[in-house]
C-alpha cells in the first residue's frame, strides 16, 4: 500500500510539468473542473468548442487532451477523430453529462483514454487522471528514450565501421562506412562471409580463435584486425564483436564496431597486437648491426632503401625456406618475423629453432645489398623467444644484451624478469647509497702507494667505501656504476674530496684522488676542486686520477680543467689503469698527464706471463723517454715487486704494502 502512496505521489509530481489542452463550451464547468484539475495540473489551455481546441492543437504541443461531447461548431467526438489523425498516442479523457452507451462507444471506437461523467467526482476523477498520467508518463519516457537510442545509433553509424552477420558469419548488414572503407559495393557484401576483406598476413589461428570466442565462448571478442580494401589497399580497424542472445542465451546474430586505426597503427603496434591475439609464438628480432654508423654515413632516402631491400630479402636467408606469417619492419635496422609455435610439434624443435638461426646469421654475414650499383656488406644480431608472456620485451632486452656481450645470436626467454631482477636490487643499491649519504657512512678509505727506490710512503690513494647498516664495508664495484643512474654520483664524489682533503690537514703525505669525466664534466665539482687546491696548504700536495671513459662529450672541457688545475694548485694528472680498455698514446697528447698508471691486470700476471711483462717494459721505457713517472697497482707479493724495480717502475702500490685502510 505504501508503495502505491509513494507511487501515485509520484506521478502527481510529474503531471505539474504537463501541459493540458482542455475542450469545454460551458463556461461555469470550464472553471469548475480547472479548479480541481489544478490540484494536479498547473499549465492548463481552454477552448470552447471543438474547432477551437482543433486549431490550438495544430499549433501547440499538450501533454494531455480533456473534452467534452456537446460542444457547438465542433463536437468532442469530432475533435478527438481529427486529433488522432494528427496523433494516435496523446491521451485523451472525455468529461461529459451524456453516460448514454451511444456516446461512450462512439467515444471509444475514436479512441479515448478515459471517460468522466459530470458532476464530477473528485475521487473518480484522480483514479482516471492517475490511470491516464501512468501512460502518458510512461510513453513520454519511452518516446524520450527513443530519441536517445536514434541519435545514438547516429552518431555509432557516422563514426563506427558496422556489419551485421547472420549466426554462421553470413553478412546481413553494412553502414556506409564499411562500405566506404571497404571499397565493395552494398550488393556485394551481404550475402558473403567477411573473408571478402580477410588481408593475407592474419594468420588462421587468429580468426580460429575470435570465431571459438564469439561462438563457442558467447563472449565479445576485442582486437586489431588488418583487413584489405577491394583495391587492394590494406587497413586496420579496432574491432569488438558481440553475439547478440535471445532469452534462452541462444545467438541470433553477430555484429561488430570497428574504428579504422590505420593512421596511427605503426609496424610495432600492429606486432604487439597480434601477439596480444596469439596463444604460443615464436618471435624473432633481427637487428642490423651497426646501423647507428648506417644512419650517420648514409641519408635517410639511402637508408629507407636499405630497410626496404632487406625486409624484402630477409627469408631469402632463411635455412630450409622456412616461412612466416608476416615481416615487421619496426624501424631503426630493426625486424622481426612472428609463427605460431607449438611445443608439441617435435619437427620445430628449440634446438632446431637455434641452429637454424645461427644458420640464418650466417648466410647474411656471407651475402651483400646492391644498390645503384653499391653493395653493402650487412650484418645482424638476432634474438629470440617462444611463449606467449612478454615475447616483446624479451627480444628487446635480448638485443641490447646480445650487443653488450659481443654476441650475434642470443635466445631470450626470461630476459624480462632478468631486467626486473636488476633493476630490483639496483633500486636497493640506490636506497642503500641515499641511506649511507644521510647517515655519513659514505667514506674513504687510503692505500699506500710506494717509492720503489726507497720503500718509503709517498702519498696515497683515497678510495671510497659504504658502510651499510650492519655496519659491513661495502667495496665501490657494487654501488658506483648504479650511482651514475641517479642524482647521489656527484654526491659521493663530493663526500669523497671533502674526506680526502680532510685527511691531508692530519698527514704530511700527498693525497691522490680519482676523477671521472662525468665528476670533470660537473660544474659544481670543478669550482669545489678549484676553490680547495688554491690554498697554500694543499698545493702541490695533490694528484687527480682521470679514469679512462670512451664517452667523453667534450675533451677541450677536460683539457682546459687539467690546465687549470696544474696553474691553480700545482696538481698532478695521472692517467689510471692505462694499458688496457680505452687507453691509447693519443689520449697522452690530450692529457698531458704526470703519471702513467699502469693498469692492474698487467701486473698481477707479470710472473708468468711474459705478455704483460713486454707490455710493461714498454709502457715504463715510453713513460721515461717522455719524463713521465710510472705506478704499478695490484702489487701482491715480493716477486712481483722486484720484477717492477727491474724494469724500471718509479711507484708501487698494492696488498703487499699496505691495504686500503682508515687514516682516522
Excluded at 552518431?155 to 556489419?163: L, Y
Excluded at 699506500?448 to 718509503?456: D, G, L, Q
Excluded at 698531458?592 to 699502469?598: A, Q
Amino acid at each position: 500500500m505504501d508503495y502505491q502512496k509513494e507511487f501515485s505521489n509520484n506521478l502527481l509530481l510529474e503531471a505539474k510539468n504537463l501541459k493540458v489542452l482542455y475542450a469545454e463550451d460551458t463556461l461555469s464547468v470550464a472553471e469548475a473542473v480547472s479548479n480541481i484539475l489544478k490540484i494536479f495540473i498547473k499549465n492548463i489551455d481552454l477552448a470552447q468548442n471543438g474547432k477551437e481546441a482543433l486549431e490550438k492543437f495544430r499549433k501547440d504541443k499538450y501533454d494531455l487532451i480533456l473534452t467534452d461531447i456537446n460542444m457547438p461548431i465542433m463536437n468532442g467526438i469530432d475533435l478527438i477523430e481529427h486529433i488522432r489523425e494528427l496523433d494516435l498516442h496523446i491521451p485523451i479523457i472525455v468529461i461529459s453529462a451524456h453516460g448514454e452507451q451511444e456516446y461512450m462507444v462512439k467515444a471509444i471506437q475514436a479512441g479515448i483514454d478515459g471517460f468522466i461523467l459530470k458532476p464530477l467526482d473528485p475521487t473518480q476523477f484522480k483514479n482516471v487522471i492517475l490511470k491516464v498520467l501512468e501512460k502518458t508518463l510512461v510513453y513520454k519516457e519511452s518516446k524520450k528514450n527513443l530519441a536517445l537510442l536514434n541519435q545514438y545509433r547516429d552518431i555509432t553509424n557516422k563514426a563506427s565501421i558496422i556489419s551485421k552477420t547472420d549466426t554462421k558469419g553470413i553478412i546481413t548488414y553494412v553502414n556506409d562506412n564499411f562500405i566506404k572503407i571497404s571499397e565493395y559495393s552494398k550488393e556485394e557484401l551481404i550475402g558473403k562471409s567477411h573473408s571478402i576483406i580477410r588481408h593475407p598476413d592474419n594468420p588462421k589461428e587468429f580468426y580460429k580463435k575470435m570465431w571459438e570466442t564469439i561462438s563457442i565462448e558467447k563472449k565479445p571478442w576485442e582486437g586489431v584486425v588488418k583487413n584489405l580494401s577491394k583495391s587492394g589497399k590494406p587497413y586496420f580497424v579496432k574491432t569488438i564483436i558481440k553475439p547478440l542472445l535471445d532469452d534462452e542465451g541462444n545467438i541470433i546474430e553477430y555484429i561488430a564496431l570497428r574504428n579504422d586505426i590505420s593512421e596511427i597503427m605503426s609496424e610495432k603496434k600492429q606486432l604487439l597486437s597480434y601477439l596480444e591475439s596469439t596463444k604460443n609464438s615464436l618471435l624473432i628480432m633481427i637487428q642490423i648491426e651497426n646501423f647507428d654508423i648506417l644512419d650517420k654515413f648514409y641519408d635517410a632516402k639511402t637508408i629507407e632503401k636499405i630497410e626496404s631491400i632487406y625486409g624484402k630479402t630477409l627469408l631469402d636467408h632463411m635455412p630450409n625456406n622456412k616461412s612466416f606469417s608476416r615481416i615487421f619492419t619496426l624501424g631503426d635496422g630493426c625486424f622481426a618475423l612472428l609463427e605460431d609455435f607449438d611445443e608439441a610439434d617435435t619437427s620445430y624443435s628449440k634446438k632446431l629453432i637455434h641452429i637454424q638461426l645461427a644458420q640464418f646469421v650466417n648466410n647474411v654475414k656471407e651475402s651483400t645489398i646492391e644498390l645503384e650499383n653499391i653493395e653493402y656488406d650487412i650484418r645482424v644480431i638476432v634474438s629470440y623467444s617462444f611463449g606467449h608472456n612478454n615475447l616483446y620485451e624479451n627480444v628487446r632486452y635480448g638485443i641490447e644484451k646480445a650487443v653488450e656481450e659481443n654476441k650475434n645470436l642470443i635466445f631470450a626467454n626470461q630476459l624480462l624478469e632478468e631486467a626486473q631482477d636488476t633493476a630490483k636490487r639496483n633500486l636497493e643499491t640506490i636506497q642503500m647509497v641515499k641511506k649511507a649519504l644521510d647517515n655519513s657512512r659514505i667514506v674513504s678509505f687510503f692505500q699506500p702507494i710506494i717509492n720503489n727506490s726507497t720503500k718509503e710512503i709517498v702519498k696515497y690513494e683515497s678510495l671510497v667505501r659504504l658502510i651499510n647498516e650492519e655496519g659491513e664495508i661495502v667495496s665501490p664495484y657494487f654501488f658506483l656504476d648504479v650511482s651514475k643512474k641517479g642524482s647521489y654520483y656527484t654526491k659521493i664524489t663530493k663526500r669523497v674530496i671533502e674526506n680526502s682533503f680532510e685527511i691531508l690537514d692530519h698527514i704530511k703525505d700527498n693525497i691522490s684522488i680519482n676523477l671521472s669525466v662525468l665528476d670533470i664534466e660537473n660544474q659544481i665539482i670543478r669550482d669545489t676542486l678549484y676553490k680547495l687546491i688554491s690554498k697554500r696548504e694543499y698545493k702541490g700536495r695533490v694528484t687527480f686520477e682521470l679514469l679512462e671513459d670512451e664517452n667523453i662529450k667534450d675533451f677541450r672541457l677536460v683539457k682546459d680543467f687539467i690546465k687549470s688545475v696544474k696553474s691553480i694548485g700545482d696538481v698532478k694528472i695521472a692517467i689510471d689503469d692505462f694499458g688496457s680498455g680505452y687507453s691509447n698514446f693519443e689520449r697522452l697528447l690530450e692529457y698531458s698527464p704526470d703519471i702513467l698508471k699502469i693498469d692492474g691486470s698487467l701486473i698481477k700476471n707479470i710472473e708468468t706471463d711474459n705478455f704483460s711483462r713486454n707490455l710493461v717494459e714498454t709502457i715504463v721505457t715510453f713513460a721515461k723517454k717522455q719524463g713521465l713517472e710510472t705506478i704499478a697497482e695490484y702489487v701482491e707479493n715480493e716477486k712481483i715487486y722486484n720484477i717492477l724495480t727491474e724494469l724500471g717502475v718509479d711507484y708501487s702500490q698494492g696488498f703487499y704494502f699496505g691495504k686500503p685502510m682508515k687514516l682516522m
